[in-house]
């Protein structure tokens, strides 16, 4: 691919910024510009192509941006203010829709420009109040070292606002974008942490119990998966994780399985459990990463992967920048709408997360008053605070919403319709409080080695995460990021698996403060926060992270089905075990496609076989004879993928037919390491025939699809958020699954959000993007990786400032 200086949108843009509509932030001249003009010609490309570089006034110093071939900014400045301002703008001109749409979700204000169809998440991002946290997560970083510098990036993605035409969606939904502020960056780390900690699975395990008993729900829902692939403690990776000395040592918590509540199991309403499931994060949120020591590469020197698993979004979740300052080099990805790299490398090393899958949410119950005003709180009554809030809809009439909180966050007792229920739901999450992830990717970003890691990850108070890293200096890190709560009623320590008593005032969280700044006095120290320095190498797939015999807290409810954790650790003891590890064995093993639910599933496809006769029994014996590599051009993984959806859901139909009616069973199954070690007893007619029953149904839904190959349906089916064929991506087939390490769920529109592989040595980084950096649909790069993403493909993650500048920032006038 040849370089070109700035894609045609941009340049054409700016060209028009140019003409006379910067620094008074009028659009007249402009709007309506990508109705006239789009899509631009290749006559409108060559009479931008030669034009000088746009000047933009800063009050924040002098800064340039460049676009490499692939819509990437890079930009450079003396200070770092100038820095993130010209982040900002670049940010502004590329994703401003996408902005402005995901702080619309987390306010609970998208129904102000887009209608009725999204009250329901509306109503639960008002009554969460993730803003009112969010402003206080501002006022714990305003006066930090980061706070100017997210004030400049602000005010870089407002000058840009005014400059330039407004996107294309905003002429479509007919509404104007209000300014970015401070508390705005500080929403996006407060989105991306309910994403991947905001979990309900509680109050389903506990909805099992009332419903189904204790023994079932433990049987559907076990605490634990029977495997070892854990994190920490792996034979061939690490001589084991250092457990805290002496006083440090706490007495691990009681068995999970004991009752630790006074209260019994009480299912939830089945409108308000239908209305939470909706608006629940996916369950599926996970990620890869993995480093190895400097003793086993070929260069002499630690190599470190990430891919992180998101959904797939047109435009992509991340946006890639490379930023460069006298004191580091820094080139990555970020969320639109925060200005410092999250994942990437720096001129001293390279980072990557995963999730951690850490408990961090806790529910309770109390005993109000008749009238529901009041809260019974250990021996005192207190009055739940209330606040009414409006939320504005278009084309129909405004919605109030009362706002309720108790001592331990926030109150839900409404379902979609907006009724009350007869219970009050508190809910006490980590993000409800200020936090300072800010500094800590700040941090990360200027760190100098291995100890400045260390130092900025003490910061980093959410989301928790599995944070690997890579050194120049040959060291490599893993540790578990974030705050955890220490649980304890009457002082003992419980674990967080059921719902609480809250008027008993049973598991609460000592210096937690709800819409304020905690000391986080009760929460698991850092130095004793699970982590390994410089392992000879080290795996991450969202699989548990330590056994609980060896670690004296409680970490988690629930982890990843260990599909991927099991693969990862077979084909990264085989490397180690050969050693000489290179940049291209950590590429190859991104793309590896084995699924091993093949495997996990084989007695039941054997039980099966005995089952069918004909074609049928012909396509079973070519799933059991397939090797478990999920590639596009192969029937087998076809058949295979929609046989475990049919067995699930006889699975739903046989075993929790009782809850249809009242709930959503489906969202009660076990998931699939679990459902495939259930008996006979779990079904109508035995588990043999529902398996062949399973079978049967998905060939004929493989037949009724048209397919005829994997490929056929495993397509990259990314979508615009408006679902319009000309915002949509183009779907190219493509391989992998839910549960290989080359991520893809086309069911759930999810998978490898970014891939990156970082050699320490002087041998260039690869990087990849699931569509196009640039969030302009005309541009030539709104899609411009993805045909490389869905073929495994990569392109270099060098740092250099190279591409014709596009911008030049001028500190005071400009002149």
Not at 286 to 291: D, K, L, V
Request: hydrophobic content about 35%; proline content about 6%; glycine content about 10%.
């Amino acid at each position: 691919m040849t370089e070109r200086s700035v894609h045609p949108t941009r340049r054409a843009l700016l060209a028009a910024v140019a003409g006379g509509a910067v620094g008074g932030g009028f659009l007249g001249p402009v709007r309506g510009y990508l109705s006239a003009f789009a899509p631009l010609s290749g006559g409108a490309w060559d009479a931008a192509g030669d034009d000088p570089p746009v000047r933009v006034p800063s009050d924040a110093g002098d800064a340039t941006l460049r676009y490499d071939d692939e819509a990437v900014p890079r930009i450079e400045a003396d200070d770092e203010a100038a820095l993130c301002f010209a982040a900002g703008y670049a940010h502004g001109a590329d994703r401003l829709f996408q902005m402005d749409l995901q702080r619309r979700q987390m306010r609970g204000q998208l129904s102000a420009v887009v209608g009725e169809a999204t009250l329901d998440s509306d109503r639960f991002h008002v009554r969460m109040d993730f803003a009112t946290a969010v402003d206080a997560t501002w006022d714990l970083v305003r006066d930090t070292e980061a706070g100017p510098l997210v004030e400049a990036y602000c005010e870089g993605v407002n000058r840009a606002r005014e400059d330039l035409p407004t996107p294309l969606e905003f002429e479509l939904l007919d509404y104007e974008p209000a300014p970015w502020t401070p508390a705005d960056v500080m929403l996006a780390e407060k989105q991306i942490a309910w994403t991947l900690t905001g979990s309900f699975r509680t109050l389903r395990r506990e909805t099992l119990r009332a419903e189904l008993g204790a023994d079932a729900a433990e049987t559907i829902m076990p605490h634990r998966l029977d495997h070892d692939a854990a994190i920490l403690g792996h034979a061939n990776a690490t001589d084991g994780w250092p457990v805290p000395d002496g006083d440090a040592l706490r007495v691990p918590v009681s068995d999970p399985d004991d009752d630790t509540s006074s209260r019994a199991s009480v299912a939830t309403d089945p409108e308000f459990d239908g209305w939470l499931a909706g608006v629940e994060p996916p369950a599926w949120a996970g990620s890869n990463s993995w480093a190895v020591g400097a003793d086993h590469t070929d260069s002499g020197e630690p190599i470190m992967a990430n891919d992180p698993h998101l959904s797939l979004m047109a435009p992509p979740v991340w946006y890639e920048q490379a930023l460069r300052h006298p004191d580091y080099q820094v080139r990555g990805v970020t969320f639109p709408g925060v200005p410092f790299v999250i994942i990437g490398e720096n001129d001293r090393g390279a980072w990557g997360f995963t999730n951690a899958g850490c408990d961090v949410i806790d529910f309770y119950g109390y005993e109000t008053r008749a009238d529901g005003a009041e809260y019974r709180y250990g021996d005192r009554w207190r009055s739940f605070e209330v606040e009414t809030r409006t939320i504005e809809v278009a084309g129909a009439a405004d919605r109030d919403v009362d706002v309720k909180k108790s001592v331990h966050g926030a109150v839900l007792s409404a379902g979609a319709g907006g009724d009350e229920f007869r219970s009050e739901l508190g809910i006490a999450w980590t993000g409800l409080s200020a936090t300072n992830a800010t500094n800590g990717i700040l941090g990360i970003n200027r760190s100098r080695g291995a100890e400045d890691i260390d130092e900025a990850l003490r910061e980093f108070g959410e989301p928790t995460q599995c944070f690997v890293y890579a050194g120049r200096d040959g060291s490599v890190r893993y540790r578990v990021t974030g705050r955890v709560p220490i649980r304890r009623t009457d002082g003992e320590m419980v674990p967080g698996t059921r719902v609480f008593d809250g008027s008993a005032r049973e598991g609460e969280w000592a210096g937690y403060t709800p819409y304020g700044e905690s000391s986080w006095e009760g929460f698991i120290p850092f130095d004793e926060m699970p982590h390994d320095d410089d392992p000879d190498y080290v795996g991450t797939a969202n699989q548990r992270v330590v056994d609980d015999d060896d670690y004296p807290y409680y970490l988690a409810e629930d982890y990843s089905e260990p599909f991927r954790g099991i693969r990862l650790w077979e084909r990264l003891d085989a490397l180690v075990d050969r050693g000489d590890v290179g940049p291209a064995d950590l590429r190859d093993l991104q793309r590896d496609v084995r699924d091993g639910r093949l495997e996990h599933y084989r007695p039941v496809l054997e039980e099966a076989r005995s089952e069918l006769s004909g074609d049928a029994r012909d396509d079973l014996d070519s799933v059991l004879e397939w090797d478990g590599e999920a590639e596009r051009d192969a029937r087998e993984p076809l058949l295979f993928v929609h046989f475990l959806d049919a067995y699930e859901g006889r699975f739903v139909a046989d075993a929790l037919g009782e809850l249809d009616g009242r709930r959503d069973a489906s969202a009660y199954a076990p998931n699939q390491w679990v459902l495939a070690t259930l008996g006979d007893e779990w079904f109508d007619g035995g588990r043999a025939s529902a398996a062949a029953d399973a079978f049967e149904k998905a060939r004929g839904q493989v037949a009724a699809g048209g397919w005829e190959t994997y490929g056929d349906y495993n397509r990259t089916a990314i979508d615009h958020p408006f679902d319009q064929s000309f915002l949509n991506y183009p779907r190219y087939p493509t391989d992998g699954s839910a549960a290989t390490l080359f991520n893809f769920r086309v069911e759930s529109g999810a998978g490898s959000s970014w891939r990156q592989v970082c050699p320490m040595d002087e041998t260039t980084s690869q990087c990849i993007l699931p569509g196009g950096n640039d969030g302009n649909v005309y541009s030539d790069d709104y899609d411009g990786q993805l045909r490389r993403w869905a073929n495994g493909e990569y392109k270099p993650m060098d740092r250099a400032m190279r591409g014709d500048l596009a911008v030049r920032f001028a500190g005071g006038d400009g002149e």
